[in-house]
């Protein structure tokens, strides 16, 4: 929460980035002096496929306005098949938590490659845009409290 | 009843079974409870009525590692469980003699308190050889009466089908229950708008007391090792009020249970709570049905599931 109410809201954003393609294109992102918002949080995982819905059901417990998942595009997975896997799980997850409360909005996932560092920055400036219009996220922390 | 009973001695008498696993009468009329009987004498305690809603099947996990088969009574929507657990390398089928048997629906304390019949004594009329039409309760301020139908667990008045998946021998007669869609309630909900949702899950979850009721019941967790078992103590992994386990637990649960669940209804059925917690199983269930292709868990003991297979056209995350 910003400490005043003029301030800018600045949203939470965890992005698990998958090791061989879109980490590096983050890399790329970088090195190549392209900008993203610094509101973006990136954890590193070894394939889209790692991404256990606990860890994006744990994210918006503990706070955060919007969640991406990135991986290698279809049929280019380093483990071959992994982010197929990984399509299914975050389409069923999304669905499931957009039928709890957390718009469709606040979750996305994005294949881009390591030459694709243009579509990483252009991604996630998008994705920050479309949080702060969203706004403040409930919290899934504040699912099961007792009155 | 008797028809149960008679044949089950002959089995149990020629040795084909060493063992039965039905219901016994429990503390109160309203709620008979899953027993093993062992002799012909044991089964003077056996029932099977409306009452009888529990699924039997999670037990054949237990009963596979005995001696000897197990005779076990399922009623139509109980076969898909076992299937499931058939599909998983759960259960043994060669340990399994499984009698179907008739169904006209289920009935509950639950419902009978919903439509104002509280303080409930007796139920007359709930017995499978009845016509099913009415149910005579005797309460503490007096008798009354309540068409069986009103009494029906949710599940049975959106029941799939009286068909047996899977079964030795059949007993007994079925009645269709029908008169529902399963997924209306989902759409209702899903028409509300996301703070509306929020707030409707966040009453119902809130309700939860973490008793572990539904997870113990559920046919398909039955994973050795659970994530929700803490390693301290019973009562201390119960406590844990602050984790995130805690507050997100029907959720992981529903999602574990994701493409193997066959909706048998028992987690909202044993719910001290009334948390209708089938209504997060089968948005998994609408979704893969529509995204997927339809699929329903336990009919067959073959194949691949939902989630552990794909396609390569599949549908983006967010784009439905």
Not at chain 1, 123 to 142: A, C, H, P, Q, Y
Not at chain 2, 42 to 69: H, P, Q, T, W
Not at chain 2, 192 to 217: G, T
Request: glycine letters at 8%.
């Amino acid at each position: 929460m910003p400490m005043n109410d003029n301030a800018e809201f600045r949203p939470k954003i965890v992005a698990f980035c998958c090791n061989w393609c879109s980490y590096a294109g983050a890399d790329l992102a970088g090195s190549s002096r392209l900008t993203y918002p610094a509101d973006v949080k990136i954890i590193k995982v070894p394939c889209s496929c790692r991404v256990n819905p606990m860890f994006i059901l744990r994210a918006f417990e503990k706070g955060a306005d919007g969640v991406i998942m990135c991986g290698c595009h279809p049929g280019d997975c380093h483990y071959s098949t992994g982010n197929y896997y990984a399509r299914r799980r975050m389409t069923l997850l999304f669905s499931m938590l957009d039928y709890i409360g957390v718009e469709h909005g606040r979750t996305r996932v994005e294949w881009v490659s390591a030459a694709e560092g243009v579509k990483f920055s252009a991604t996630m400036n998008e994705f920050v845009e479309k949080i702060k219009s969203l706004g403040k996220n409930v919290r899934l922390g504040d699912l099961r409290c007792r009155s | 009843m008797q028809e149960l009973i008679n044949r089950t001695k002959e089995l149990l008498a020629d040795g084909t079974v060493a063992r039965v696993l039905g219901w016994r009468r429990g503390d109160l009329p309203t709620n008979p409870e899953p027993a093993y009987f062992n002799d012909g004498e044991s089964l003077s305690e056996f029932v099977y009525n409306g009452f009888c809603g529990a699924n039997l099947s999670k037990y054949m996990i237990e009963a596979s590692e005995l001696d000897g088969r197990t005779l076990v009574f399922l009623k139509p929507c109980d076969t898909y469980s076992f299937n499931q657990l058939l599909k998983e390398n759960r259960v043994d089928r060669e340990k399994a003699y499984i009698i179907g048997v008739g169904c006209k629906g289920k009935i509950s304390e639950a419902s009978l308190n919903a439509i104002g019949i509280k303080n409930v004594i007796d139920v007359k009329g709930a017995e499978l050889t009845d016509a099913c039409d009415t149910l005579t309760i005797e309460t503490l301020t007096g008798n009354t009466t309540c068409a069986y139908r009103d009494a029906m667990l949710e599940r049975c008045h959106v029941c799939r089908g009286k068909e047996y998946v899977v079964y030795d021998e059949l007993i007994g007669d079925s009645a269709d229950t029908v008169d529902g869609d399963r997924f209306d309630e989902v759409r209702k909900i899903e028409a509300m708008s996301p703070e509306e949702r929020f707030a409707f899950f966040k009453a119902e979850l809130s309700k939860c007391i973490r008793c572990n009721a539904c997870r113990n019941v559920c046919p398909a967790c039955s994973c050795r090792k659970c994530v929700f078992d803490s390693t301290k103590f019973d009562s201390a992994q119960k406590a844990n009020s602050d984790s995130f386990e805690e507050k997100m637990f029907h959720i992981i649960r529903a999602f574990h249970v994701a493409g193997r669940c066959t909706d048998c209804g028992e987690c909202s059925r044993v719910c001290p709570q009334g948390i209708p917690l089938h209504l997060l199983n089968r948005k998994f269930i609408k979704d893969i049905n529509t995204l997927y292709g339809d699929f329903c868990a336990g009919e067959s003991a073959e194949g691949a599931t939902p989630l552990t297979s794909f396609t390569f056209g599949d549908a983006e995350p967010g784009t439905v």
